[in-house]
């Protein structure tokens, strides 16, 4: 579904229509959100569900395990995919690359001491990737509203990302199916 910012603001770079990008990316980041909310049952259910296709029930104990403590995680991804696809519409992907190598670094660091030296397991695994993901999308999103480079293309949440969604919604819809036809033939 990201890949319509993309598009969608590239487009819009083009055309000088600049202050069009942010509320593109906060449309996309509602719709994002709204497929989180759609997924999170299918997270919370996924043991049944892994049991379900053939999985162990072993395996799928584990899977529900690692798959619950993702859930926050499914909600930083919702904001970070339209964030990043932002970004790189207007060519910024350098500070993109240094705030994500320092937060891999970060997360290494955190995932070493929560999965072996406090002893958390998988869930200590789920729980700080998901921190890792919020940290990049609360990063990116300072980078955003304070960075001089993005003073024209956002400029405040506006409730104008509400309309035209259907539209929008369509484009990113048809955008996700394309990518999963690709991927799978």
């Not at 980041?29 to 296709?53: E, F, N, Q, R």
């Not at 395996?59 to 690692?66: D, K, V």
């Not at 980078?143 to 929008?168: H, L």
Request: hydrophobic share 55%; net charge positive; glycine share 8%.
């Amino acid at each position: 579904m990201a890949s319509a910012v993309q598009t969608v603001c590239g487009q819009a770079y083009g055309a000088k229509h600049l202050g069009a990008m942010g509320i593109i990316c906060q449309r996309a980041i509602i719709l994002h959100l709204g497929a989180a909310i759609l997924l999170t049952p299918v997270y919370w259910w996924s043991g049944p569900i892994l049991v379900a296709i053939g999985q162990s029930v072993d395996i799928a104990e584990q899977g529900q395990i690692f798959a619950r403590g993702l859930i926050p995680q499914l909600y930083a991804f919702a904001i970070n995919c339209p964030q990043q696809r932002f970004l790189q519409a207007q060519n910024i992907v350098n500070p993109l690359a240094y705030i994500s190598a320092v937060v891999f670094a970060l997360h290494t660091l955190l995932s070493w001491l929560v999965v072996y030296v406090v002893d958390y397991g998988l869930i200590g695994a789920a729980l700080t990737l998901s921190f890792s993901w919020w940290l990049l999308v609360i990063t990116y999103g300072i980078y955003i509203i304070v960075s001089p480079n993005c003073k024209e293309t956002w400029t405040a949440f506006s409730w104008k990302a509400f309309c035209g969604i259907w539209p929008y919604f369509k484009l990113t819809l048809a955008s996700a199916i394309m990518l999963w036809y690709v991927t799978m033939y």
